[in-house]
């Protein structure tokens, strides 16, 4: 069983990150099921039956939003010179598609965590996305948006008198100074004069496991520990990442309102289907009479006959009904008792209002229905993907460098290949492109900004191409130029020979006039 933080307040907010993590990841029918029995009670969440997870807010509106590493980013270094290097270490590594994940992790948790690590089989770093709840720790002194101390949670193999087990572990990477105070579990306290350290400690924290583990602790402490940066300062190979700006390590409850709003809407959507396959259709009825043949639906006994008889019709069958007594035998039907089309709008417009906990608004948003009993497929403008993105990219940029230092300590710790460098880098994220609307619209108004000198060619090059640079945008757009000069370019080969002349010397005497005698 996966071990808990020792904090109270730490385990609280593992438990909110982790029931986020189950929702994105599909995970989530067990929640969904407890929300309906708090909402509905045991016997009618019984009722409605299973779950219905087929609407999933909190996922659609993260994955709208998680476009920015659909293409990897342009990493360029700062003085000009190439990044070819480091760009071949993160293509080996997977870092542009596991960001994709981490960033749908980051937008609907608040938080995400990366992790870098060698590889001896394969020879290069390797990256993973560490789940948030699987993790705690103390943040950075110099930055508290990072870890400063943390804890995974792994599961490992753990070798002792020779017989080998998986067991869950705590995975510790400590890089304070060793005078600092140790805020943690004794066993810390033990351990805090060989920081900065890595350990493997039992998932109690009150044994060391790592030499069971198959690692050398006297390689991986004080003087001896192996990540450093180019200053000699320990690094630990984790970064955090977080979808709002703030202080500290963890936004567990920010947009709590989507959470709940997730469960509402399965709810909402589980009771419509319920209504949908059981209430939207007339109930027939028989009044001083009884099917013949009919099965008794319910408890029968005391003398009690069933108060409903259930009866399987068909359209090549005639339904017998037998009078119970003299009287009139009557046959008709209840209208239905649900309006589904009512109950769908209130479903879609409730979702809807979820949206706006994201920074979108009711027009960024539009919900397509299939059909009344089916969940909703959401559909976010590109003009308000590319509003946020340029938010994330602030947020996500400062974590991405310092996963690209960490990835490159880890490369020239272990690699007998040239060093790459740590520092110096530059990332342009590529931006969600123009719809055909969007473009035919921006394409009207810089006609009538060039014909007036409001806007550079640049400048227009820019707009109709978001997340370019300025410097790009010169370079693409000289290129274009160039190429439609060397198509306006007269051609340079020989002229083809024209017809002679009247003046011709060379014209034969007989076409012209006759020679006099």
Known sequence: MIPTPPDINEQRRAREHGKRRAIL????????????????????AAMVGIPDISSNQLK???????????????????????????????????M???????QLYTIGINDSVMACAWSEAARHAKVRVVPPDHVWGIPDAADDGQFGVIFEARERPITIDGRQ???????VWDMREPEEPVRAPNLMESLSAQRPFFRVLSSNL????????????????GSAYKYRDNGGMPQHPYTAYHALPRTGLWSATENSEVVFGTLQDGLN???????????????RYV???????GKPVGPVGDGMPAQTLQHMSDPTVITRIQA???????????????DIDKAERFSRNYGCRLAVHFGLTPSDVTFDVTSPASGVSLTVSRKAVRRLQAKYAQLFRSSDLLMLKKIAIITNTHSDGPAVPQDGYLIEYSSVELSEEERTEILGNIAEEMKLGLVSRVKAYMRLNPGISEDQARVELLDILQEIADENQPSREPSPPQPPGDDDESADPEDGAETAE
Request: aromatic letters at 10%; zero cysteines.
């Open 25 to 44: 990841e599909g995970a989530w029918s067990d929640l969904l099921g407890q929300h309906l029995r708090s909402q509905l009670g045991e016997k009618r």
């Open 60 to 94: 659609q509106l993260s994955s709208a939003l998680a476009v920015m590493y659909d293409r990897a980013p342009a990493i360029t270094r700062e003085d000009g010179s190439t990044a070819e290097d480091m760009v071949g270490v993160l293509d080996n590594a997977r």
């Open 96 to 102: 542009w598609l596991l960001a994709q994940r981490n």
């Open 165 to 171: 087990r998986t067991e869950w572990v705590w995975d």
């Open 206 to 221: 009150r044994s060391d496991l790592t030499i069971f583990a198959g690692i050398d602790p006297d390689e991986w402490s």
């Open 269 to 283: 959507w589980t009771n419509t289907n319920h209504a949908f396959m059981r209430a939207s259709w007339d109930a």
């Open 287 to 293: 009044a001083g009479g009884k099917i013949v043949g």
């Open 324 to 338: 119970d007594g003299d009287g009139e035998v009557k046959v008709g039907a209840w209208s239905a008792s649900v």
